[in-house]
């Protein structure tokens, strides 16, 4: 932007008729404009001459917000404007305390169309749950939630255990995967997860899955027809646990997305236990979290994933996404056998 100041300025003189009368006495001067012939006082600026005030206005720039005549003022790509309060009607807003600022575009959420904050505010805390930075309350683990999130955020663990228990029947009753798992259900802090978790990674991971299991080998030796021993040697699993943890605090329609993304896990270690690529587990995890989020009434969360850059869960998410697109849902399975001991 560059502040822009009128040529007329510098120029703009007014003249009057009579003082220059001896040289109205070789040639009639008309208005640049109106092409009327100038009898009285007139305005000359530059090589031009102007009747009145309101043909020269007629050459001025006009101001891209309100229209006004601009008398000098600001220009920026290209445009006019007549004063301050309509330049800045051009410039971002602040998504939080709403003023306009012409530099420190400092933050955004998820890429091009984030929303932008000013300077001071992008250096605010930023919130567990929606990313975003706020005027923040710390929990007690050290995160910080904002107001929006923490006006739905469930932080007792029997509410929390009753939305895991309805995300589970509608997973099984309107999507039908189900598992007969004995799920112990655990809404913890921040410090616990992390430590129960092998690739803890902050703002990604906010609740966990895990299935704790003994195996066991046994030898058993069969004596064939040719009355040669033998010996074969199983694997089988015992003191199978179940357990899903989520964060204390996650906003209701956080939660309910979180639980359906830990319940496809459940799901996938039930049907699939041999799959090893962490990137189909959280593409398929995040693929059941976006029909979960479409049941409850709450798509606008599936932007995330949609646009998430991360190349497990993001680019997990649309590998699976776009195989169901081409071979439905149904058929995972291949997907699933595809990867088998990758
Ligand atoms: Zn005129
Ligand atoms: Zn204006
Ligand atoms: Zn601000
Ligand atoms: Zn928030
Ligand atoms: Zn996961």
Same mark, same amino acid.
């Given at each position: 932007?560059?502040?822009?100041?009128?040529?007329?300025?510098?120029?703009?003189?007014?003249?009057?008729?009579?003082?220059?009368?001896?040289?109205?006495?070789?040639?009639?001067?008309?208005?640049?404009?109106?092409?009327? &012939?100038?009898? =009285?006082? $007139?305005?000359?600026?530059?090589?031009?001459?102007?009747?009145?005030?309101?043909?020269?206005?007629?050459?001025?720039?006009?101001?891209?917000?309100?229209?006004?005549?601009?008398?000098?003022?600001? &220009?920026?790509?290209?445009?006019? $404007?007549?004063?301050?309060?309509? *330049?800045?009607? !051009?410039?971002?807003?602040?998504?939080?305390?709403?003023?306009?600022?012409?530099?420190?575009?400092?933050?955004?959420?998820?890429?091009?169309?984030?929303?932008?904050?000013? %300077?001071?505010?992008?250096?605010?805390?930023?919130?567990?749950?929606?990313?975003?930075?706020?005027?923040?309350?710390?929990?007690?683990?050290?995160?910080?939630?904002?107001?929006?999130?923490?006006?739905?955020?469930?932080?007792?663990?029997?509410?929390?255990?009753?939305?895991?228990?309805?995300?589970?029947?509608?997973?099984?009753?309107?999507?039908?995967?189900?598992? &007969?798992?004995?799920?112990?259900? $655990? %809404?913890?802090?921040?410090?616990? *997860?992390?430590?129960?978790?092998?690739?803890?990674?902050?703002?990604?991971?906010? =609740?966990?899955?895990?299935?704790?299991?003994?195996?066991?080998?046994?030898?058993?030796?069969?004596?064939?027809?040719?009355?040669?021993? /033998?010996?074969? !040697?199983?694997?089988?699993?015992?003191?199978?646990?179940?357990?899903? $943890?989520?964060?204390? =605090?996650?906003?209701?329609? #956080?939660?309910?997305?979180?639980?359906?993304?830990?319940?496809?896990?459940?799901?996938?270690?039930?049907?699939?236990? #041999?799959?090893?690529?962490?990137?189909?587990? /959280?593409?398929?995890?995040?693929?059941?979290?976006?029909?979960?989020?479409? *049941?409850?009434? &709450?798509?606008?969360?599936?932007?995330?994933?949609? /646009?998430?850059?991360?190349?497990?869960?993001?680019?997990?998410?649309?590998?699976?996404?776009?195989?169901?697109?081409?071979?439905?849902?149904?058929?995972?399975?291949?997907?699933?056998?595809?990867?088998?001991?990758?």
């Amino acid at each position: 932007m560059i502040r822009w100041r009128s040529k007329f300025f510098h120029t703009l003189l007014i003249f009057s008729a009579i003082s220059l009368s001896c040289l109205s006495l070789y040639a009639a001067m008309y208005c640049s404009v109106c092409k009327r &012939q100038i009898t =009285g006082s $007139y305005i000359k600026s530059g090589d031009k001459v102007f009747c009145s005030q309101s043909c020269l206005d007629k050459t001025l720039p006009r101001c891209a917000i309100c229209g006004k005549v601009c008398n000098g003022g600001f &220009q920026k790509n290209g445009k006019f $404007y007549c004063s301050k309060p309509c *330049l800045e009607k !051009t410039l971002p807003k602040c998504a939080l305390c709403g003023k306009p600022f012409s530099s420190g575009m400092l933050f955004s959420n998820n890429g091009k169309d984030g929303p932008v904050y000013c %300077a001071e505010c992008a250096a605010k805390p930023k919130c567990f749950a929606c990313t975003l930075p706020n005027d923040c309350e710390k929990l007690s683990d050290g995160r910080y939630i904002c107001r929006n999130c923490k006006a739905s955020a469930v932080f007792n663990e029997e509410q929390a255990l009753q939305i895991f228990n309805d995300v589970r029947k509608r997973l099984y009753e309107e999507l039908g995967y189900s598992t &007969q798992h004995n799920i112990e259900f $655990y %809404a913890t802090d921040a410090k616990n *997860l992390e430590a129960k978790s092998k690739n803890y990674s902050p703002g990604q991971e906010l =609740g966990l899955y895990v299935c704790n299991f003994t195996i066991n080998t046994v030898t058993k030796t069969k004596v064939g027809w040719n009355l040669k021993a /033998e010996e074969k !040697t199983e694997e089988y699993k015992s003191n199978e646990k179940f357990s899903v $943890y989520v964060l204390y =605090g996650l906003p209701r329609k #956080k939660l309910i997305e979180v639980c359906g993304h830990e319940l496809a896990h459940d799901w996938m270690q039930e049907n699939f236990p #041999k799959t090893q690529d962490i990137k189909l587990k /959280e593409g398929w995890a995040e693929y059941i979290a976006t029909r979960i989020n479409d *049941l409850y009434e &709450q798509s606008e969360m599936n932007k995330r994933m949609e /646009e998430n850059k991360d190349p497990v869960y993001g680019d997990g998410y649309r590998m699976v996404k776009d195989f169901v697109k081409q071979n439905g849902v149904k058929n995972i399975g291949q997907l699933f056998r595809q990867h088998e001991g990758e």
